[in-house]
């Protein structure tokens, strides 16, 4: 069966990862280096790259997927989510030295939703990272906000894009007729 290239061509290790600029990518690696990363929001536009980069850094650290939930919060906004998939997720022992919760378009949680996800982050901050992404990150709640690292991620430029784009069809032996 043929994969989608956004999957198939999704990177997996930070080598592959194109950032904008060498300050983002020394921070990246600097987590990476520390073993460890804090609690992290990513934004930018859609399609830029930040869930990409998520589970990068995940497949980096050699986490085990068993240590991970993955919660597309566009879907899954609501307070029950948080009490009950967050909740038991995080009250269980990692196999690793922590577990990992990613929120994808946390934006979309609802108001009390991020209240509860703030004890959470508070009460498991020893044993739980939490990873969200999103697109509006004035949506998140200031006191989110203030436990979480803020990485912001900008569209690639033409040039780069095109370069990327370049690779992809020469791995497929695809001719490019302009």
């Given at each position: 069966?043929?994969?989608?290239?956004?999957?198939?061509?999704?990177?997996?290790?930070?080598?592959?990862?194109?950032?904008?600029?060498?300050?983002?990518?020394?921070?990246?690696?600097?987590?990476?280096?520390?073993?460890?990363?804090?609690?992290?929001?990513?934004?930018?536009?859609?399609?830029?790259?930040?869930?990409?980069?998520?589970?990068?850094?995940?497949?980096?650290?050699?986490?085990?997927?068993?240590?991970?939930?993955?919660?597309?919060?566009?879907?899954?906004?609501?307070?029950?989510?948080?009490?009950?998939?967050?909740?038991?997720?995080?009250?269980?022992?990692?196999?690793?030295?922590?577990?990992?919760?990613?929120?994808?378009?946390?934006?979309?949680?609802?108001?009390?939703?991020?209240?509860?996800?703030?004890?959470?982050?508070?009460?498991?901050?020893?044993?739980?990272?939490?990873?969200?992404?999103?697109?509006?990150?004035?949506?998140?709640?200031?006191?989110?906000?203030?436990?979480?690292?803020?990485?912001?991620?900008?569209?690639?430029?033409?040039?780069?894009?095109?370069?990327r784009i370049a690779t992809i069809l020469m791995d497929e032996k695809i001719d490019l007729d302009i």
């Amino acid at each position: 069966m043929k994969d989608l290239w956004t999957e198939k061509y999704r990177p997996k290790k930070i080598a592959d990862y194109v950032f904008r600029d060498d300050n983002q990518k020394e921070q990246v690696n600097a987590w990476l280096k520390s073993d460890a990363i804090p609690h992290l929001i990513f934004s930018g536009a859609p399609g830029t790259g930040k869930t990409t980069l998520a589970k990068v850094l995940l497949n980096e650290l050699d986490v085990d997927w068993g240590d991970v939930l993955e919660i597309n919060a566009s879907r899954e906004n609501s307070v029950d989510t948080v009490r009950d998939k967050i909740t038991n997720f995080s009250a269980t022992i990692p196999f690793g030295p922590f577990k990992y919760v990613l929120l994808d378009e946390a934006d979309y949680m609802t108001p009390n939703a991020q209240a509860i996800l703030r004890g959470m982050m508070e009460q498991y901050v020893s044993t739980v990272r939490f990873i969200l992404t999103c697109n509006y990150p004035n949506r998140i709640i200031p006191a989110i906000h203030s436990r979480c690292q803020g990485f912001h991620i900008e569209h690639l430029d033409k040039t780069e894009f095109a370069a990327r784009i370049a690779t992809i069809l020469m791995d497929e032996k695809i001719d490019l007729d302009i």
